[in-house]
């Protein structure tokens, strides 16, 4: 089972300047480098500041010339927000930076306010139909000429320009949760993306299962990568999982404060919904996310993770954003290179 990182730059007041956040990414990144880290994923979101990433394939060009070997994963472009032609060439270009680096994730979007300032507040239910769209079209657009057709976007006959590098295509993954959407993938020639998000390992074994069937079901297609990415907070004293469980809670305070959709920002900023909102959900009690979630003592995290992977997961991804400090995140990291990824070497 290989790992890899995924990371936002974090920012929950104006005390911390943009320009240290993104040292402390850089940080992190070549951290797990070093570590041994297969890749990097970032992702895309905007007009938020808990979550910063306007343009996943800016920190990927930045990061090229800062590594040298862990490849650089979008995690994920959002579909609806993008034209096919541009989004083909800037993922051609960031692979020609970073020597065929680049691997390239995409999902449908999920946050309602997002698509409120970046679609015409069209529902974010809607984007499915825009990834499906998407996916064939950037195959086709990387591999020569085409034109195109459809229901979200038409246009003559283009290529990406550049081309990437290594191939006439990139390694593309999927983001999928419902049976239908493991099955697209599959038939796309994509890999498989899979959050659990806050719920237990019952979820992985779902997620797992649907996407077992969806190969099934498609015995004329090679069998894709599928990863599962996590919430992990790696700590040495025991009674330490208590700081990873209140950042997490923390975390998806803001979290919930962006979904509901129900505030005017002020700066990027949203109020978390308050302590006692979050008591009142079962799902985000500490004991509960201490369980469900990776957060453990080294000993507990590889034997958790060597579930995983008899599951059959390809790739377990270690989610650090979680409100921490620096430092705790930093830590966190280094002990699970210390002390957890020797186990699956």
């Not at 808990?50 to 590594?67: C, Q, R």
């Not at 306010?113 to 825009?130: H, M, N, S, V, W």
């Not at 498989?192 to 649907?210: A, C």
Request: net charge negative.
């Amino acid at each position: 089972m290989k790992f890899s990182l995924f990371l936002h730059m974090e920012r929950y007041n104006h005390d911390k300047p943009h320009q240290e956040l993104l040292d402390e990414l850089v940080e992190l990144v070549q951290i797990a480098e070093a570590g041994g880290f297969d890749k990097v994923w970032i992702g895309e979101h905007h007009a938020m500041e808990f979550t910063i990433g306007p343009n996943p394939f800016s920190f990927l060009a930045y990061l090229a010339s800062l590594t040298k070997n862990i490849r650089l994963g979008v995690g994920t472009a959002v579909a609806p927000f993008w034209h096919p032609i541009k989004l083909a060439g800037e993922a051609a270009l960031v692979d020609v930076m970073s020597n065929g680096r680049l691997e390239f994730g995409i999902a449908r979007g999920a946050y309602q306010c997002e698509f409120d300032r970046l679609l015409d507040g069209k529902p974010a239910a809607e984007g499915a139909k825009y990834l499906r769209e998407m996916v064939p079209a950037l195959q086709k657009l990387w591999a020569g000429d085409y034109e195109h057709k459809g229901e979200c976007w038409s246009f003559p006959t283009s290529t990406a320009v550049p081309k990437p590098l290594n191939s006439s295509s990139i390694p593309m993954w999927l983001a999928a949760r419902t049976p239908e959407s493991h099955d697209y993938a599959i038939k796309s020639g994509c890999n498989v993306m899979v959050t659990p998000l806050f719920k237990n390992d019952d979820e992985v074994v779902s997620l797992m299962n649907k996407f077992e069937t969806a190969c099934a079901d498609n015995p004329g297609v090679k069998r894709p990568e599928i990863m599962c990415l996590r919430h992990t907070y790696v700590h040495e004293q025991p009674e330490d999982w208590k700081v990873g469980v209140n950042g997490i809670r923390n975390w998806y305070a803001h979290f919930q404060g962006w979904a509901r959709n129900n505030q005017v920002p002020e700066a990027g900023f949203c109020s978390p919904i308050n302590e006692d909102e979050l008591n009142e959900m079962p799902d985000f009690a500490p004991e509960v996310l201490r369980e469900n979630l990776v957060i453990g003592t080294p000993g507990q995290v590889v034997k958790r993770l060597k579930n995983y992977e008899k599951l059959g997961l390809d790739e377990y991804s270690f989610w650090s954003d979680n409100s921490l400090s620096h430092e705790e995140k930093k830590k966190s990291l280094e002990l699970f290179i210390k002390e957890v990824v020797p186990s699956f070497q």
